[in-house]
């Protein structure tokens, strides 16, 4: 049965909504990798040596990613039984109170080992947070765009992700041209997560303002709704997951090497950091306006080709990526950090929300897709600025990162080679898969 369609003028709206809200949501979560990249090594970790303690460093942020999952289940559920729209709400005012709380945070001088320990503990509310808030963020979009343009729409909530890097980023660089190097460890590090709690009310404005989606509505209605939408997910589309899982390896895994890394590898080959953190902003702003024109061509030619045109570029510029930081040339820096971020990332996230919101059904989507989703963030995105860390102690050089950003792209390839073609899938149907067996999106199924 197929549910109510929006109007133009709504799926805008719930466009917008869901662009500012994830990209203050993210902007949150983005504070944190950026922060343990330039100040968190030194305040909370002084004991270490400088590489060993950027090593501990990342591992706190890793452990937001390993939070990720948690916050996907819990909030799938809820998403998939109640509603979307009451899950962002209730995502977004946890991440702003965590980010809030970081920034308010003694330091290890001030209260020893309990210091790295309450910034874990935070660092893991934000990840459950941050979980459940990306699939919830793309279906509010996804379930309401026309299916021949699902694609464009629902790319702008991609773009909030990048608008987030942007605004967290440029917040320390404001930070920083106006502070000293030492007031900056001192105290200024702390203002763009105390800010957050203003972004994080504004955020929430906007979004109690936009209407729940057909397909969320109906589910809530119905007396047939999963019980345990997870555990059924995992019974009846398990290959829609693994699709799901293998495609953001590549995705999520190189983008925080490019994010987040690449700081502390110009830190480590005496690059300016401003420098690279001023290419991955430009990177970032251009991708964010290009994610839905890369959705758009999904629409044209299909989420397939899209995706592996990405993967497979982001393989081929693994070493060039590298070797362009290693030439101190600026321009080449810009160059390496632009197709890096626009076309080989911005292929791949700007495809993802349509791709992902077709490989499920509509009565277990929210968790499939936060499922997918976030179990990859953990092993891609959480690790892959450990892992770039620790290759680049043992062997001095950037090669081993290239091939591990190559294996990674590998993954991906895999994964989205073994996919149906999705575009322009009938979501609406919201028949449960065991009711008409085991979900195949099959050609049957897709309406041109």
């Known amino acids: 049965m197929a549910g109510?369609?929006?109007?133009?003028?709504?799926?805008?709206?719930?466009?917008?909504?869901?662009?500012?809200?994830?990209?203050?949501?993210?902007?949150?979560?983005?504070?944190?990798?950026?922060?343990?990249?330039?100040?968190?090594?030194?305040?909370?970790?002084?004991?270490?040596?400088?590489?060993?303690?950027?090593?501990?460093?990342?591992?706190?942020?890793?452990?937001?990613?390993?939070?990720?999952?948690?916050?996907g289940v819990i909030f799938g559920h809820f998403g998939d039984r109640v509603g979307r729209k009451s899950m962002l709400v209730i995502t977004l005012m946890i991440m702003g109170v965590a980010t809030f709380l970081i920034g308010v945070l003694p330091t290890y001088a001030a209260i020893g080992i309990w210091a790295p320990a309450l910034l874990i503990g935070l660092r893991i509310i934000q990840g459950i947070a941050v979980g459940g808030e990306w699939g919830g963020g793309v279906?509010?979009?996804?379930?309401?765009?026309?299916?021949?343009?699902r694609g464009f729409y629902s790319a702008w909530s991609q773009t909030g992700v990048g608008l987030g890097f942007v605004l967290s980023a440029s917040a320390y660089s404001l930070v920083q041209?106006?502070?000293?190097?030492?007031?900056?460890?001192?105290?200024?590090?702390?203002?763009?997560?105390?800010?957050?709690?203003?972004?994080?009310?504004?955020?929430?404005?906007?979004?109690?303002?936009?209407?729940?989606?057909?397909?969320?509505?109906?589910?809530?209605?119905?007396?047939?709704?999963?019980?345990?939408?997870?555990?059924?997910?995992i019974r009846t589309q398990p290959k829609s997951i693994l699709i799901t899982f293998g495609a953001r390896i590549a995705e999520n895994g190189a983008l925080y090497i490019f994010l987040t890394f690449s700081l502390a590898y110009a830190a480590k080959i005496g690059l300016s950091t401003?420098?690279?953190?001023?290419?991955?902003?430009?990177?970032?702003?251009?991708?964010?306006?290009?994610?839905?024109?890369?959705?758009?061509?999904?629409?044209?030619i299909g989420r397939r080709p899209v995706y592996l045109g990405g993967a497979i570029a982001m393989i081929a510029w693994a070493y060039p990526f590298f070797a362009m930081l290693d030439s101190r040339e600026p321009v080449l820096v810009f160059v390496a950090m632009f197709v890096a971020v626009v076309i080989c990332h911005g292929a791949m996230i700007g495809t993802q929300p349509a791709f992902f919101t077709e490989l499920f059904d509509s009565r277990v989507r929210?968790?499939?897709?936060?499922?997918?989703?976030?179990?990859?963030?953990?092993?891609?995105?959480?690790?892959?600025?450990?892992?770039?860390?620790?290759?680049?102690?043992?062997?001095?050089?950037?090669?081993?990162?290239?091939?591990?950003?190559?294996?990674?792209?590998?993954?991906?390839?895999?994964?989205?080679?073994?996919?149906?073609?999705?575009?322009?899938?009938?979501?609406?149907?919201?028949?449960?898969?065991?009711?008409?067996?085991?979900?195949?999106?099959?050609?049957?199924?897709?309406?041109?």
């Open 4 to 71: 109510p369609k929006r109007t133009r003028s709504e799926v805008r709206t719930a466009a917008i909504a869901s662009l500012v809200g994830s990209a203050l949501e993210w902007y949150d979560f983005f504070l944190y990798g950026t922060a343990a990249a330039l100040v968190f090594n030194t305040l909370f970790f002084p004991n270490f040596d400088p590489l060993v303690g950027t090593i501990a460093a990342f591992g706190t942020n890793a452990a937001g990613f390993l939070a990720r999952p948690l916050g």
């Open 139 to 149: 279906l509010i979009v996804s379930e309401q765009a026309p299916a021949h343009r």
């Open 177 to 233: 041209a106006f502070t000293t190097p030492e007031s900056f460890l001192a105290w200024g590090w702390r203002i763009p997560f105390i800010a957050g709690i203003v972004l994080t009310a504004v955020g929430l404005l906007i979004r109690l303002r936009v209407m729940e989606t057909p397909a969320a509505r109906q589910q809530a209605a119905s007396p047939k709704k999963a019980k345990l939408p997870v555990l059924e997910v």
């Open 274 to 300: 401003g420098l690279v953190l001023t290419a991955v902003v430009t990177g970032m702003l251009v991708e964010s306006f290009a994610m839905p024109l890369w959705g758009a061509l999904s629409d044209r």
């Open 366 to 448: 929210y968790s499939g897709v936060a499922l997918g989703h976030e179990l990859a963030s953990v092993v891609a995105g959480g690790f892959s600025p450990i892992i770039a860390t620790a290759l680049f102690a043992w062997a001095g050089m950037s090669w081993p990162i290239s091939l591990f950003m190559v294996g990674m792209g590998l993954i991906t390839v895999i994964a989205v080679a073994a996919a149906p073609e999705t575009n322009a899938t009938d979501i609406d149907d919201t028949d449960s898969p065991s009711e008409i067996g085991d979900y195949d999106p099959t050609p049957e199924r897709i309406s041109r």
